[in-house]
């Protein structure tokens, strides 16, 4: 099969699916715990909040980045998210900032923002671990609500680390105690 043709339907191997069906599962139960200690007021931790979206959109992008390792997934995932979420708390402080030495609104963001976009960009051949797509979606997806980014900036770092470590490193092990299960069977 050539990898350069556009395919819209591939069959995935069974024991693949299984893999999957497993993550699958794992991620649901922590959907469940999160939303059963939500439910209860257990989400706020030594003043911090599980923000739900930092936690649970860590493992979609662990998951997207299908070409690395599970090692390499997990550092790209949590550093990227990291740096995305601190760069979006310098934009708003940049802007801030900014705006108080006399430069207009739209000045301020455009003029933070550049620089925003230029070290997501130009800094990924050197440092990917750090300036990555991870970081780029991070960055954006705090910045909806950009009044909070900067009062939501420790919740948000401290719920991307839980995430990281609660569903990628969980998803990890599962997947590698199911395809040893699955060589050991082969074996015989």
């Known amino acids: 099969m050539e990898h350069n043709k556009l395919q819209f339907f591939n069959k995935p191997k069974k024991a693949k699916l299984m893999g999957l069906l497993l993550v699958f599962c794992w991620i649901i139960l922590w959907n469940v715990i999160y939303q059963l200690l939500h439910a209860k007021g257990w989400t706020h931790l030594g003043g911090l909040e599980i923000v739900n979206w930092s936690f649970f959109i860590s493992v979609t992008i662990f998951f997207m980045q299908e070409e690395l390792s599970y090692k390499e997934r997990f550092l790209t995932t949590l550093l990227g998210g990291a740096v995305g979420l601190l760069i ?101």
């Open 88 to 188: 979006a708390a310098g934009v708003v402080k940049g802007t801030v900032l900014l705006m108080g030495a006399g430069a207009s609104h739209a000045l301020g963001v455009s003029v933070m923002l550049i620089v925003a976009i230029a070290a997501l960009i130009l800094l990924q051949p050197v440092l990917p671990y750090l300036f990555n797509n991870v970081g780029f979606c991070y960055f954006i997806i705090s910045l909806i609500s950009s009044k909070d980014t900067i009062t939501n900036l420790p919740s948000n770092l401290f719920s991307l680390l839980l995430g990281s470590l609660i569903l990628n490193l969980g998803c990890s092990l599962i997947l590698n105690l199911y395809k040893k299960a699955m060589m050991k069977k082969a074996k015989g």
